[in-house]
Structures are given as C-alpha cells and as structure tokens.
C-alpha cells in the first residue's frame, strides 16, 4: 500500500512506501521536539529570562551576565563547523545520541552555581560543546534527506521547534525560579533532554537510507564534482554568508536583551515574560508560514521582505517599548527569527546539495555566531553610553536593510 505525501530524496515524488512515510514523519517530530529542547532555545533564546533572576540570586550587574551570550556565541563558531565535519562524515545519529548525554550532564552541573561569575562563564562555554550534536543542522539535515517536493514546508515545521520552546519555556522557567531557584531551572531543563529528547532521538531519528555517509549524498544537479572549498568560493556562498553575518549582529543582541529593554521601559517581568512568548509565537509561526512559502517563492525575495519587517521592529523599540507596539515589534522580530534558518537550509539544499550540507550549514552558521558575538552587548553598552536603547537599535534597523539587500543581489546558481 502506497499514499501521497511528499517525496522522499531519491524516490518517486508521486508516492513512497507506508514505512518510509512513517519514517519520514517520524524523523520530522524527532527533530521538532530535539529543537524544542534543545541548546538554540536553552542558551539563546530563553537566556533573557534567566537574567534578571541571575542578577537578584547572585548579585552580578546585567552586562555581565549578557557577556555569557557573547561567549555561547563565541563557541558556537568553533563547534558549528565541527559539527558539520562530523555529521557529514559519520552521520547524524550517533552525534545526537552522544550530545543528548552529554548535554543533559551539563545542564545539571548548573545546580553548583554560585556567586563566582567565572563558573557561570565557564558552564556558558562548556555547554554548546557538549551539545555539539544538538545544535539545528543536525536535525535539518535529517528532514532534508527525505523530503524534496515539500522540503521547505518540511523544514519550517522541523525549524518550529526552536519558536514552539521559545514561547511555551519562559512562562515555565520563570515559575520555577519563583517557586524553586534559577540553579532548579538548569536541572529541570537537564532533565527534559533526558528523559524526552534523547529517547524520541533513539527511535525515530534516522536519515533517508540513500543519504547516510556510507553513500552518495544524493547532491543536486550540477554538483556531483564540486568540492566544499569550491562551493566557499561561489559569490552564491559569500553573499549568503556575508547577509547571515549581519543576521546575527542583531538577533541575538535583540532576543537577549529583550527582557531587560521591556523592564527599564516599565514592564513587570511577567508583562515581560508573555512579550517573550508572543515573541517565540511569532517564530514558530514564522518557521511554519516561511517553510510553506518556499515551496512557492524565491527563498532570497521572502528572507528580504522579513528584514525590513525586523528593521521596522527596531524602530518601534527604539521610540519606546510601550503599549501594544511592544506586541507587534515582538512579532515582527520573530518573524525575522522565523524564517532565517528555513531560508538558509532550503537555499543550502537547492543550490549547494546534501553532500556539504553539514559543512556549508555549519560554516555559514558559525559566521552567524561571529556577527552574534559582536553585535550581542551593543544594546547593553548603548544604554550605559547614551542612556537608551536608541542608538543601538539604529544599528541593528540598518544592519536588517543591509543585509535584506544583500539577498536581491542577482547570484547564479551553483
């Protein structure tokens, strides 16, 4: 017995086997949940509801506590390209099998926090690589392998994870900091990665069969013969490159400093906290309404138009984050949140192919967390310098139209 659904890489794109169809679908909700509680929304995207807490527990001044961001964004631009090393080479599972372990540890050893900061530094570097495997290429480049007709609807809902846990955590973590300690928070995250994350990873996370290491990677047309230094070297490459750059110069320092922008501007930390929400709202949306999109407009034209969404939102906070504008700014930034990542490994697969999928991804990615790592205390040090938020937010409107531009720059494709 057959059915439609969308093909599997390599197969006909009418209709595949029950089994794949289960597998398919089953590798999805792996990756779904895997990027729900996973180290993207752990240590960025629900990180500004850690900082307040942090700073009443141990007495640390915000734009030192906002210095642990820098630093997971540091570390992920060593681990991203080891990561695409990795699963390029040995394939996803038993990178993400390992990680879940490895990470789960980690998150419990934040119990020992205490009011030495450097720990807190150190936990901070240590955790994004011993969640080496968990990081979202992984889980991409599992839906990637079987998925072709729907790849981009595939993508965004594998990629809703990350908004899906950046809206349901911050009410949750914030109750049980209240009711408990920020240090119970960590273990509690710990506990989830192991008791749901690493055993739905174990029975349902598997790549297409075709894709795995020990064959061909299946590479689109016209990229059999081209070597991963070649494809570095394309304009298609460095354009893409250089706009993720200045896409996480600003969202990174945007999803950090959210929180605490929205307390000085009079908000109570839950008025904050359901801003946050709507906020990771607004992403799984965006991945969700961005993955279906793909499937039927130019993945560079869609990425534009959300950056000069992204820039209006900046202007809003930079006028004051009052009202309900605070609202719309929230889901205009998600939105921008939403769709960067389904963009990059839509265009990565179409134009690039799987067999550098983990190494391209993983390059482009760590580019990303360099711009992150230098753009995540400009807000911060715009409040200590010029007393508001404006000028930093300035910066950060003109870095999205900047690179909103970059991506209706006319590239040949690969």
């Known amino acids: 017995m057959s059915e439609n659904i969308p093909s599997v890489a390599g197969q006909p794109p009418a209709t595949v086997s029950d089994s794949a169809s289960h597998s398919a679908i089953g590798a999805t909700l792996a990756s779904t949940i895997g990027l729900v509680f996973g180290p993207s929304t752990f240590l960025l995207f629900v990180f500004g509801v850690f900082v307040e807490p942090l700073s009443n527990t141990f007495g640390w001044s915000k734009p030192s506590i906002l210095f642990a961001a820098t630093i997971v964004s540091l570390m992920i631009m060593v681990v991203s390209p080891i990561q695409g090393y990795l699963i390029d080479r040995y394939g996803v599972r038993p990178i993400v099998l390992s990680s879940c372990l490895a990470f789960a540890v980690g998150l419990g050893g934040m119990y020992f926090l205490s009011n030495n900061i450097s720990g807190f530094y150190l936990m901070y570097g240590l955790l994004p690589l011993l ?4 990081w979202p290429v992984s889980y991409l480049r599992v839906v990637s392998t079987w998925f072709e007709r729907r790849l981009g ?19 949750i973590i914030t109750y049980i900091i209240l009711n408990g300690s920020v240090q119970w928070a960590y273990v509690s995250l710990g506990i989830i990665v192991l008791l749901i994350v690493l055993p739905l990873n174990f029975m349902l996370l598997f790549e297409a069969p075709q894709a795995r290491p020990s064959r061909s990677a299946n590479p689109v047309a016209g990229q059999q013969h081209r070597s991963f230094g070649d494809l570095v070297k394309s304009r298609s490459f460095i354009l893409l490159t250089v706009s993720f750059f200045l896409l ?52 560079r034209r869609l990425m534009s138009i959300v950056c000069v969404g992204g820039a209006v939102a900046c202007g809003f906070y930079a006028f004051g984050p009052t009202g309900g504008v605070v609202y719309l700014a929230a889901l205009l930034i998600g939105m921008v949140y939403g769709a960067e990542f389904d963009v990059l490994s839509y265009i990565i697969k179409r134009s690039f192919g799987l067999a550098s999928f983990g190494r391209v991804y993983g390059t482009i990615f760590a580019v990303f967390q360099l711009g992150a790592a230098l753009g995540a205390t400009l807000l911060p040090l715009s409040r200590a310098h010029f007393e508001s938020y404006g000028p930093g937010l300035a910066v ?13 720059v006319p590239v040949r494709q690969n």
Not at 153 to 171: C, H, T, V
Request: glycine residues 18%; charged residues 5%.
């Open 131 to 134: 969640a080496v495997g968990l």
């Open 153 to 171: 609807l595939a993508i965004g809902i594998a990629n809703g994870g990350i908004g899906l846990g950046a809206a349901l955590l911050p009410p």
């Open 248 to 299: 996480g110069f600003v969202n990174t320092g945007l999803v950090t400093n959210q929180i605490s922008l929205l307390i000085d501007g009079g908000a109570t930390p839950q008025q904050a906290a359901l801003v946050q929400s709507v906020f990771g709202l607004a992403v799984l949306i965006g991945r969700f309404l961005t993955g279906v999109l793909l499937d039927y407009v130019l993945a």
């Open 396 to 408: 950060y409107g003109g870095a999205l139209i900047i690179s909103g531009l970059l991506f209706l």
